[in-house]
């Protein structure tokens, strides 16, 4: 036996050329599905669309008899909504965008309630038959739903259309409100126009008013500065006196700060040279003064004197030594000539540089005053043309408005002369046909594509609200598992009429549903390795879905192979074996008076071997549930069951185990952990999408080796795939069922 790994992924195995789906992909419906869908609900589509048919064309006559539609309609023109100069000989350009909102607006005010309301208040519309059977309320409504008003897109017209039972009460309303708005267009254009008009006068009497208050003013700035040429120099042709003085006063203050400047920087230059050394300029100072220049001379006589002495007397001679202190003497005497006129020299450019700041400084006073009196008539002057120019500014715009609003009022007065912009384009004429929507060519049709499109549409919600496992499609769609094979419902083949369906391989081998199950167990061993399936348990999710004929028949099928098989009855809730295959006196083994089965091998009443029996034919034995015990699953979980298969596992090639619903007890899932495979079986006409999902769900959960799935009772549906198998299965059986024999 091969074992398996306990993953998720290995727990459902795809045996080869077996349909099944990805997990966790969904198949979408394909065209060839849609069809068959159609095909099944064929009659229901040919009664829908035929009563569809007749419903559109009584409808069609019942509206032509009590309910005519007659539809009239006019035009009204509608101009540019700008208002062109009148003194303007070009036409103005208007955009076409902007034409088409003031339609739209025209449209939207003719709609409007105020223009309904007193198109009902007309004596002709109150004597139509259509107001005296509504009254006021009513008619307002039918008005609101019926009457149109459609602004054309590229043209200048509004199309004005109305619809009711007759047609000549259609022109009669449509006209009449056609000439309605139109003459309160008109009313309401010459009201605004006097309206402006008048508005227009009186303003032109203010700004009169403002105009003659603006020149008082003007003559009040004039009186109160007494200067008379405040408009020139508000205009800024020349300059006043009074701003010439003040810039050359300003002019004259600069000058005299910067040589302050100047002067305090030489005074400090100054007052270091008086007490540093003395300068080169203060040295050629003193060699310039002539009390210095004679010294010098002497120096320089009683120096040659002293040279001719000392070559004659030598040093020590007393001539020499006058002549020496003589020299001595004068070079004092230049000394201190020399000290006192650097420091006379020195001090005299100091003090007069002082005294040059103080005057300087002294002179700024006087110029600041002046400059302060210049500023203040220049600020006077500037605040009084400010006043005028403010004033003139006014004065000046009361003028041009003036002119402007005169000659607005002489354009108004032209407009108010023109031709309205809103006219109607003629009489709306009675129509001679109904509407469309009561003329045959659209109801006909209409009615016969309603009623095949309710058809289609009610097949396919029918085949949507059906929940069931119905087809391999069902299976691959929604539950994700191998599908190993399809067991035809009994009613499809009529070989096996009559046949009890638990004896279908061994009493009908030529019939469809044999063949299924010989399809059934070729499926199954390429599921997996060969003898990979030694024990299989046959599950379903709920009772009476068809799992013990499954089991009975496939067990069948391996015993046509030669193979000896063991079928265990392991529902203890409801066992049928016993029922299936009746003890004889020939089958049975048991001892006498004892009614052995599964559950007396479990508690130990009897040996492996003594619960086998044989059902008559060759390879093929059974072991019955025997006495029902009260702890069943416990019994299926002990050590005894998993005994019982490995003896057994030695003597029979296959042992197939039905056992108990999966969603109704445990027993299967116990089962499913120790043999080889797991088989669940699906009722096509009983298994729902959500429990066979459970199910699935439910043995994954306990690491059960589910290899595939079996549906159950498949009927063969208009346009599906069994329809077409059993005619080729027939066909192609049809010369070895007149044969008798095997092909």
């Not at 008003?149 to 009669?172: H, I, K, N």
Request: aromatic share 6%; proline share 4%; net charge neutral.
């Amino acid at each position: 036996m091969v074992e398996t790994s306990p993953t998720v992924e290995n727990k459902v195995a795809r045996p080869a050329g077996v349909r099944s789906a990805a997990a966790g992909t969904a198949v979408a419906m394909t065209s060839k599905e849609a069809f068959a869908i159609l095909r099944r609900h064929i009659l229901l589509i040919v009664v829908l669309t035929a009563v569809g048919l007749v419903l559109g064309g009584g409808t069609w006559k019942v509206m032509q008899r009590y309910w005519p539609r007659y539809t009239a309609q006019t035009y009204i023109e509608v101009l540019p909504p700008v208002e062109t100069d009148p003194m303007d000989i070009v036409a103005v350009q208007v955009q076409k965008d902007l034409q088409y909102q003031h339609r739209v607006s025209m449209a939207s005010l003719i709609k409007q309630q105020g223009t309904l309301q007193n198109l009902l208040r007309d004596d002709k519309v109150r004597d139509t038959d259509w107001y005296k059977r509504r009254g006021d309320l009513k008619a307002f409504k039918y008005l609101r739903r019926h009457f149109v008003a459609y602004p054309e897109r590229d043209a200048q017209y509004v199309r004005v259309s109305m619809t009711c039972g007759r047609a000549s009460e259609s022109a009669l309303i449509v006209n009449e409100m056609a000439q309605l708005f139109v003459n309160s267009q008109g009313v309401e254009r010459q009201g605004l126009v006097g309206e402006d008009l008048a508005v227009l006068q009186k303003r032109l009497n203010e700004v009169e008013r403002d105009v003659l208050a603006a020149n008082a003013a003007l003559d009040e700035v004039r009186k109160a500065s007494r200067i008379t040429d405040l408009e020139q120099g508000a205009g800024r042709y020349w300059r006043h006196t009074f701003e010439l003085k003040l810039d050359d006063l300003e002019l004259q203050q600069n000058e005299l700060l910067l040589a302050i400047s100047q002067t305090e920087a030489d005074v400090e230059n100054l007052k270091r040279l008086a007490e540093g050394p003395v300068t080169v300029q203060i040295e050629h100072a003193i060699e310039m003064d002539p009390v210095m220049i004679v010294l010098a001379q002497q120096l320089a006589f009683q120096e040659a004197q002293l040279s001719g002495r000392l070559s004659r007397f030598g040093e020590n001679h007393r001539v020499v030594r006058e002549s020496q202190d003589l020299v001595d003497e004068i070079k004092e005497r230049r000394r201190l000539r020399r000290q006192e006129i650097a420091e006379q020299t020195r001090q005299a450019s100091y003090k007069n540089a002082v005294d040059r700041v103080v005057v300087l400084k002294q002179r700024l006073d006087e110029l600041n005053t002046l400059r302060d009196d210049a500023a203040a008539q220049t600020r006077d002057l500037d605040l009084a043309r400010v006043q005028y120019a403010q004033r003139l500014v006014t004065r000046d715009e009361r003028l041009a408005m003036r002119d402007e609003i005169k000659q607005q009022i002489e354009k108004v007065k032209i407009i108010h002369d023109e031709r309205p912009k809103v006219q109607q384009l003629g009489l709306a004429p009675e129509p001679l046909e109904m509407v469309t929507s009561r003329q045959w060519w659209l109801w006909f049709p209409a009615g016969t594509i309603l009623g095949l499109l309710l058809s289609i549409g009610l097949a396919f919600l029918m085949e949507m609200l059906n929940d069931l496992v119905r087809t391999p499609t069902d299976v691959g769609r929604f539950l994700h598992i191998p599908l190993l094979g399809i067991i035809p419902d009994a009613s499809e083949d009529k070989q096996i009429r009559g046949i009890e369906l638990w004896h279908v391989v061994r009493q009908a081998p030529y019939s469809i549903i044999s063949e299924s199950y010989r399809r059934l167990r070729t499926n199954l061993e390429l599921s997996g390795p060969a003898g990979a399936v030694g024990t299989l348990l046959v599950t379903s999710g709920d009772a009476a879905e068809g799992k013990t004929s499954v089991a009975v028949n496939l067990a069948t099928t391996f015993v046509a192979q030669n193979k000896k098989v063991l079928l265990i009855d392991a529902n203890f809730r409801q066992p049928t074996l016993k029922r299936i295959f009746p003890r004889t006196a020939s089958n049975d083994s048991g001892a006498a008076g004892f009614d052995f089965g599964l559950s007396s091998v479990l508690t130990n009443q009897c040996g492996y071997q003594d619960v086998v029996r044989h059902t008559g034919i060759d390879g093929f034995d059974i072991i019955d549930s025997g006495p029902l015990p009260s702890n069943p699953t416990e019994l299926l979980a002990g050590p005894r069951m998993q005994e019982l298969l490995k003896e057994h596992r030695k003597n029979y090639e296959h042992i197939v185990i039905d056992s108990a619903p999966v969603l109704l007890v445990s027993d299967a899932k116990v089962l499913a952990r120790i043999v080889d495979a797991t088989i669940l079986v699906f009722n096509a006409a009983a298994t729902r999408r959500g429990a066979a999902r459970r199910t699935i769900g439910e043995l994954r959960e306990v690491d059960a080796h589910v290899v595939g799935c079996v549906l159950f009772a498949a009927r063969a549906l208009k346009g599906g795939y069994f329809h077409e198998r059993y005619k080729s299965y027939q066909e192609y059986l049809q010369p070895q069922l007149a044969g008798g024999s095997p092909a």
